[in-house]
């Protein structure tokens, strides 16, 4: 089973940052588009940001537009999800996913492989 591997997710307070990375040792990352997304206790798993395996356009849901950043860097296989002015909202499971080919599709049912999640939690 192929599968990614988040890592970054931690405690911190309003207003601070964390950068989540996703990478792989199974595959490369090169011809797949990257989304992140999260799942808040009692809540649907939502589209966070997405970003292109064609001409690495990225895309994000508006609550986060302006303070998350999406990125690649296809030399170390890694994608990453630089998180600024975090809020208590923001606070859920991370999961990065794969897909072939993928021009960045917001919904989870167009990737293929996904990471175990890891935590946020913004709290005071």
């Known amino acids: 089973q192929l599968q990614l591997v988040e890592s970054g997710g931690g405690l911190v307070q309003p207003g601070g940052s964390l950068r989540l990375s996703c990478t792989t040792s199974?595959?490369?990352?090169?011809?797949?588009?990257i989304g992140w997304f999260r799942q808040a206790p009692g809540k649907e798993r939502e589209g966070v940001s997405s970003?292109?395996?064609?001409?690495?356009?990225?895309w994000y849901t508006d609550s986060v537009k302006g303070r998350f950043t999406i990125s690649r860097d296809n030399a170390k296989n890694t994608a990453y999800l630089q998180m600024n002015s975090l809020k208590p909202e923001d606070t859920a499971v991370y999961y990065c996913?794969?897909?072939?080919w993928g021009t960045g599709s917001p919904s989870p049912n167009e990737y293929d492989y996904w990471g175990q999640g890891t935590q946020v939690t913004v709290s005071s």
């Open positions: 199974q595959f490369t990352l090169d011809y797949y588009a």
């Open positions: 996913a794969a897909d072939l």
């Open positions: 970003i292109s395996s064609i001409d690495h356009s990225a």
